[in-house]
């Protein structure tokens, strides 16, 4: 089934990109398992968890080294889904302001529009901006994978960053990306 609720007839290699996002939602979570809130359920930044999941599904793993592809269209059966870098290049005019996107809830957050912001906003913050981010966000990670998190765990996580500079980096950041040729 497609996110969007599509029945999809898939090979054994389709399933490849959806399986490395699984992989990664397990890996997070069993990293942080030993030591997260059992009280509750993720309440805010569920954004990040997917992010992180969205964005390694698109790492290829070619001539024995992984690349982030970023690919306009990938073929899933039958059937074809938008690239989620692609989107965002595309839709640069539907992407919220960062401090909006940030505050969606869970179930304002699951559209498939929201999957590819996610990814793409991962990628950014872990490697946009020479990696001047990438701690804060792992930091923010790992308190929302261990489910500590609260209304203001990014200002935690990311102390001292003005979101309206954040906002103008990361939207230089869309400016820049290339979407693969196919």
């Not at 290829?60 to 990938?74: D, I, M």
């Not at 994978?145 to 869309?174: I, N």
């Not at 400016?175 to 196919?182: A, V």
């Amino acid at each position: 089934m497609a996110v969007d609720g599509r029945a999809m007839r898939v090979g054994v290699k389709d399933t490849l990109h959806p399986l490395k996002h699984e992989l990664a939602h397990q890996i997070a979570f069993e990293y942080c398992k030993y030591d997260y809130n059992q009280s509750r359920g993720i309440e805010f930044h569920f954004w990040c968890v997917e992010g992180l999941a969205n964005y390694l599904e698109w790492f290829v793993y070619e001539a024995g080294t992984w690349r982030l592809s970023k690919p306009n269209v990938l073929k899933m059966g039958e059937n074809a889904v938008q690239g989620a870098f692609a989107w965002c290049v595309q839709n640069r005019g539907a992407i919220p302001p960062v401090w909006k996107f940030m505050r969606l809830t869970q179930q304002e957050f699951v559209t498939v529009e929201n999957y590819h912001i996610s990814a793409t906003l991962a990628w950014f913050l872990l490697e946009g901006e020479g990696g001047k981010y990438r701690e804060s966000f792992l930091r923010l990670l790992d308190t929302v994978h261990k489910v500590r998190d609260e209304p203001r765990s990014f200002e935690a996580c990311f102390p001292g960053v003005e979101m309206e500079a954040l906002q103008k980096e990361w939207e230089a950041f869309l400016d820049g990306i290339e979407i693969d040729k196919s």
